[in-house]
């Protein structure tokens, strides 16, 4: 049963990746075995502590489910549905449980240094609105001199900021590289701006913590001596941890399906009425100065439409790369079980 066990874990340990075209993501067999050596003992600790309650509580459903009828008269009791519903929710949390690391914890600290420089940045504009009526000279009121001072001292917090985001931006970028994944630092960027760039940084993380997981429950079960009722625990644990990686990925498509694409396609929509509308300006109007500024808008629609189709570009193919990870992992999911089943 053990050779079994190592045919199974292999499913795990493969290549995976939402990459760009340059698939600058992939994580390979090597990087995996680099990952297991440099993931904080601590960190895992407590994410095993965390997620095995969770991996039991889906598997008891799911053989609760096994019995439970379809649907049930006038809503009474549970149905089969009911207990999806609890599962799913179930499936949520793991996957939350599952993206604790580091590099999520520099990825926020990141985000908010720049949420940070955001408010900076509407203060200087609201100081440099308060000067318009500020007194030049008083003792009782903030003079013009004061606002200046002001805002020279926010430049310096906003400077302060962009030097804490470089660090940890090299830092992320140590991280990656820690678990075997050097990006450039245009790549590095690419990531961190993209609108799915959480996503996938999440997904990775979570596919690691999976990884490792398996590996110990695969240990576990040699040091039972393959008893049956123990291995069956540990196969369907193994099963629940695959269900938690799918749910994830099926999210990620619902993410792009009904968020990310549709406000794209709304920019595109937006953006060509406008466009229309200037173009209706510009033929009906001979000012020189208008049309100056309706020819600058008309070049900045464009370039804004430009941007817009090729990041619904770049949002399609992430969704490609997601769709054929989601068949893998559906694959591996359906031995898993057959397995599972072969135990019991």
Do not use: C
């Not at 680099?34 to 053989?63: D, G």
């Amino acid at each position: 049963m053990n050779k079994l066990w190592l045919i199974l874990l292999s499913f795990t340990i493969i290549n995976y990746s939402y990459a760009n075209e340059d698939n600058w993501w992939d994580i390979s067999t090597k990087a995996v075995v680099n990952l297991w050596s440099t993931t904080s003992t601590t960190e895992f600790a407590e994410i095993w502590e965390n997620i095995t309650p969770k991996l039991n509580e889906v598997l008891e459903l799911e053989q609760q489910a096994e019995n439970t009828p379809n649907s049930v008269w006038l809503g009474l009791g549970t149905d089969k549905e009911d207990l999806n519903e609890e599962i799913n929710l179930l499936l949520d949390e793991a996957v939350e449980i599952l993206s604790v690391s580091n590099i999520n914890n520099i990825r926020q600290a990141i985000r908010a240094e720049d949420d940070r420089i955001r408010e900076m940045k509407q203060d200087i504009a609201k100081y440099h609105q308060a000067q318009i009526t500020a007194p030049v000279d008083s003792t009782w009121h903030t003079t013009v001199a004061d606002y200046d001072l002001k805002i020279k001292q926010i430049y310096e917090l906003i400077e302060q900021s962009k030097t804490k985001i470089t660090k940890l931006k090299t830092q992320f970028a140590q991280e990656l590289s820690n678990k075997g994944l050097s990006i450039s630092t245009e790549q590095l960027e690419v990531l961190l701006s993209s609108v799915v760039g959480d996503d996938i940084t999440q997904s990775s993380i979570v596919y690691d913590n999976i990884k490792q997981i398996s590996q110990q429950l695969m240990s576990l079960t040699e040091k039972s001596g393959e008893d049956i009722n123990i291995s069956q625990r540990y196969y369907g644990m193994y099963t629940v941890l695959l269900k938690i990686l799918l749910h994830m990925q099926q999210s990620f498509i619902a993410k792009l399906d009904y968020q990310y694409l549709p406000k794209i396609a709304n920019i595109i929509i937006e953006v060509k009425n406008i466009n229309v509308t200037t173009g209706n300006l510009l033929r009906s109007i001979d000012e020189k100065t208008h049309r100056k500024h309706l020819l600058a808008n008309l070049q900045a629609q464009n370039f804004t439409l430009q941007t817009a189709k090729l990041y619904k570009k770049h949002l399609v193919k992430q969704r490609y790369k997601i769709v054929q990870a989601i068949k893998k992992t559906s694959q591996d999911l359906q031995i898993a079980q057959n397995t599972y089943k072969t135990v019991r």
